[in-house]
Structure formats: structure tokens, C-alpha cells
């Protein structure tokens, strides 16, 4: 009996112990879960609900933003056809082109044109690409991707501060730079084609990017004509199928979609006011594409995106809707 009982101080120590072991086992998993599932980013008061960002599959940095972009000129170019995709700016006295099939594989580009840093960002599974001054409050800004998303939309993150970034906000939402805006550029979606034609001195991003990828294999076949997301959205509206193409502008407080389905149907450029400030919406059915313009022809910044992405972020958006016979607005 005495053997006995001299055993159970022991047995007891060694649950306690057994317990404690179990209990940092399991805080040290549940914090490595944590971490892995917003692949390490601190999203403490982050501007939006921890549990609407979602992982998008890949880890960070694990799909790779073009750093030391390489250009070549228009006229060396023997791989993009002219019905190619290509996300295209003016700027700085410089043209340049960007594939969406690179696109599609990088996401993000940190490019300069005359010196002036300028990053150029898609996100294939919204159909949005956006081009910003990386020059932010007077600092050179580097970005990656972080492999989360929110609304479906990628979330961004600069080098220098970690802070994530949403596109389509085109704001930082957590870390030192938190609520920092970004300057949006007019940028172009349209056919290389069509871009070549009107600037044939322009610089193509090369497919020579330093990275090994099938630039000629789709990533994404199918996903634009299924009506299907991968990722949850905050707002949903069925007027149209999620995959329609838009071209939203903001002026203001007022946010308003032009579907192409719509504009397809007007057969000539479509003047609107917004805010009292006359736009002109150019389409271009052809080449399904859309620019929008001021009263002087001068272009100006605007969201050409999947209908379901401009709406996630823009509930109380305005939508044009073509009325047969009509006149100009």
C-alpha cells in the first residue's frame, strides 16, 4: 500500500505536465494556423473583416511579381498576335504594353517610365487591372503578391512596410500604411493590335521574364463564361452574369457601371454626366474594348472589371442601361 500511495504524487505531476505540454502543442499549431492561413501578414484592426479575407491557394511571394521588367520594341515582337490581350499605359512621355498571358501568371508589375515608379497590377480572377503611382507619400514602394484575397480580388503587399493593399480599393486595409490611398493612372485594356496601331513606338513587356512559365498555356480557360466564383463576395447582384464586362467610373461620391452588353448596343461613343462633369464612353465592339474620356478628349482613370467584381466593391453604384431610340445623355 505504501508503494502505492508514494506513486501518486508522481502520476499527477506527469498529467499536469502532460497537460501543459498538450495545451502549448495545440496553441503552438492553432498559431501556425493562423499564420499560414494569412501566410504571416498582421491583420490586427485591419480596415477589413479578418473572416472576408480568404487564402487564394498560393503562399506569399508565391505567384512572382515582376521586379526588373524587360522591354522589347513593338516591331521585335514575333510571339503576340495582334488579337492578344495587353493592359497598356501612356505615361511619362513613354508607351508601353503589358500581355495578359504575363499577367496571368505574375500579376504585378514594378516598372518606371522616365524614372517615375509605377506598378501595374491584374487580378485574372476579377478581369481588373489597375495601374498606380508607386511613389507614395514621397517613398518608393515595391509590391508582391500576398496570396489573399478579398471580394475575390488580390490583395497586394509593399516590401518595405509588409502593409497588404487592396486593387480594387486601391488602399492599404492593414499594417503601417493602413488607410494610405493609392494614385490611380489611366490605364487601357484592348488588343495589342489595336494599342500597336495607335503607338507603334511602344515597349512590350517580353516574355523573357526570367521565370519559367507556359505564357501560351490559359490559366483560367472556361472561368469567363461560368457563372461560378471561387471566392465569396460581400454583394451580389444577378442584373447581369457575374462575367460581364464593365467599365466603372468614379467622380466623386458617384460610382457608375457601363456594361458592355449595353454599350454594345448604343453604335456610337455615348456622352453621360457624372457629378456635373461631362465623360464620353468610347467601345470598341470589335475589339471589346472601352476607354473612357473628359470633354477634351483627354482619358481619364477608370475600372474596366468583371460585373460581379465592380459590384462587390460598389453596392451603390450607378448602372447604365441603353434605351432603344435614345439620345445622347
Known amino acids: 500500500m505504501a508503494s502505492s500511495y508514494s506513486l501518486r504524487p508522481v502520476n499527477f505531476i506527469q498529467r499536469i505536465a502532460s497537460v501543459l505540454i498538450l495545451f502549448f502543442l495545440v496553441y503552438s499549431l492553432s498559431s501556425a494556423y493562423g499564420a499560414s492561413k494569412y501566410n504571416g501578414f498582421k491583420l490586427k484592426d485591419s480596415l477589413i473583416p479578418k473572416h472576408r479575407i480568404h487564402h487564394g491557394g498560393p503562399q506569399k511571394d508565391g505567384i512572382p511579381a515582376l521586379i526588373n521588367p524587360y522591354f522589347i520594341k513593338a516591331q521585335d515582337n514575333h510571339l503576340l498576335k495582334d488579337s492578344d490581350r495587353v493592359l497598356a499605359l501612356s505615361y511619362g512621355g513613354i508607351n508601353k ?125 472556361g472561368y469567363k463564361n461560368k457563372r461560378q466564383l471561387y471566392f465569396p463576395v460581400t454583394h451580389e447582384d444577378k442584373r447581369y452574369h457575374p462575367k460581364e464586362v464593365v467599365i466603372g467610373v468614379t467622380i466623386g461620391e458617384t460610382m457608375k457601371a457601363y456594361p458592355f452588353v449595353e454599350l454594345s448596343r448604343t453604335g456610337k461613343p455615348l456622352h453621360d454626366t457624372i457629378e456635373d462633369r461631362d465623360i464620353v464612353i468610347q467601345f470598341d465592339q470589335e475589339n471589346r474594348t472601352a476607354r473612357v474620356t473628359d470633354s477634351k478628349g483627354m482619358l481619364m482613370p477608370s475600372l474596366t472589371a468583371f460585373w460581379f467584381a465592380w459590384y462587390a466593391f460598389n453596392p451603390k453604384t450607378e448602372v447604365y442601361k441603353y434605351i432603344e431610340d435614345e439620345s445622347d445623355l
Open 97 to 221: 504594353a503589358y500581355p495578359i498571358r504575363i499577367l496571368d501568371y505574375h500579376e504585378l508589375v514594378n516598372d518606371s517610365f522616365n524614372d517615375k515608379p509605377v506598378l501595374i497590377s491584374f487580378c485574372p480572377l476579377c478581369g481588373t487591372g489597375m495601374a498606380f503611382d508607386a511613389v507614395i507619400e514621397k517613398r518608393r514602394l515595391h509590391f508582391g503578391v500576398s496570396g489573399l484575397l478579398y471580394n475575390s480580388d488580390v490583395l497586394m503587399y509593399d516590401l518595405e512596410t509588409e502593409s497588404l493593399w487592396s486593387q480594387i480599393m486601391q488602399k492599404a486595409v492593414s499594417g503601417e500604411m493602413k488607410g494610405t490611398q493609392l494614385n490611380m493612372l489611366p490605364l487601357e485594356h484592348t488588343t495589342w493590335g489595336l494599342w500597336r496601331k495607335q503607338y507603334p513606338d511602344s515597349l512590350l513587356l517580353s516574355f523573357k521574364t526570367g521565370h519559367r512559365r507556359n505564357y501560351f498555356k490559359t490559366l483560367y480557360k
